[in-house]
Nanobody, 121 residues
């Protein structure tokens, strides 16, 4: 069983910063990609940022230059540094681990429970 546990959400004023962290635990051989998605009220879940095991990154256009994703492969953790936050960044942020290998040839996709980020004055 593989689990993802997120931390770091909360309330912040526009222009402020937050750092989200996510740790994977369980029987893990390796994880190909870890990332962050978000879902605002009444909207579909969308990709925010993703990082692969060789540190290739991809960001949504709406967060480029403001958010930075990083990863510690040895610890199976991923973080999202969010700067210059805007009210439209308000959402539940979900950690995702894609192609999480729990045996040499078997993998699954894992989601965290979500952490709320509210950007408001």
């Amino acid at each position: 069983q593989v689990q993802l546990v997120e931390s770091g959400g909360g309330l912040v004023q526009p222009g402020g910063s937050l750092r989200l962290s996510c740790a994977a635990s369980g029987s893990i051989f390796s994880i190909y990609a870890m990332g962050w998605y978000r879902q605002a009220p009444g909207k579909q879940r969308e990709l925010v940022a993703v990082i692969t095991s060789n540190n290739s990154t991809m960001y949504a256009d709406s967060v480029k230059g403001r958010f930075t994703i990083s990863r510690e492969n040895a610890e199976n953790t991923v973080s999202l540094q969010m700067n210059s936050l805007k009210p439209e960044d308000t959402a539940v942020y979900y950690c995702n681990a894609d192609r999480t290998y729990y045996s040499p040839n078997e993998y699954l996709e894992v989601w965290g429970q979500g952490t709320l980020v509210t950007v408001s004055s």
